[in-house]
């Protein structure tokens, strides 16, 4: 199933159960966001991510540089289970894991 299919289901989903006073406070603060031009800051495909130092699961500090030195780097942002569009990003990683590793 492709990204807009799932994309679309979703909307459909959420239109048919989130009340429509919330519906309406989430289209206010996206066209907020959308107002102050937050992606004219993001990173554009093929900029460089800055290096950065993350803990790993026992709470040691590894770097970004350590790893791309092993090779390539996958790196995804899970905001959590509630998340419709991370979990279908987190399929995603796990229909390709073979070719990632």
Same mark, same amino acid.
């Given at each position: 199933? $492709?990204?807009?299919?799932?994309?679309?289901?979703?909307?459909?989903?959420k239109k048919?159960?989130?009340p429509a006073d919330i519906l309406n406070l989430m289209d206010v603060t996206t066209?907020?966001?959308?107002?102050?031009?937050?992606s004219e800051h993001a990173l554009k495909v093929?900029?460089?991510f800055p290096a950065f130092e993350l803990p790993d699961s026992k709470g040691k500090?590894? $770097? $970004?540089?350590?790893?791309?030195a092993k090779g390539p780097l996958?790196? $995804?942002?899970?905001?959590?289970?509630?998340?419709?569009?991370?979990?279908s990003q987190m399929g995603q990683l796990k229909a390709i894991e073979p070719k990632l590793i």
């Open positions: 199933m $492709s990204l807009k299919t799932q994309i679309d289901a979703f909307e459909v989903q048919a159960n989130v066209e907020k966001l959308i107002a102050e031009q937050l093929g900029d460089k500090k590894i $770097s $970004s540089t350590e790893l791309l996958v790196l $995804s942002f899970y905001r959590g289970g509630w998340c419709p569009f991370c979990n």
